[in-house]
């Protein structure tokens, strides 16, 4: 059982699975350790899910991710105020 394997509440895992809930970085890293999972990639299929959800798929939606990877390019260049802090 994924809950008793990762230490989450069963009520917070299945909102978690069902994107109504976005797993905190420790949640994450139960979540990739009992599975087997890349930590990093886990989080970024659960960020994308949690956006899908709220936002739908439609042009705005893609449009936004869009624009999101160019500041996020501008970013990791240093072009933005305050660069990485990474």
Known sequence: MVAMGTNIDMTLLSKIERGERLPTSEQILKLSGHFGLDEKQLAIEAT??????EYGYNDVTYGAVRFVQEEMQKYYAGGLEGGRND
């Open 48 to 53: 994308a899910g949690k956006i899908l959800t």
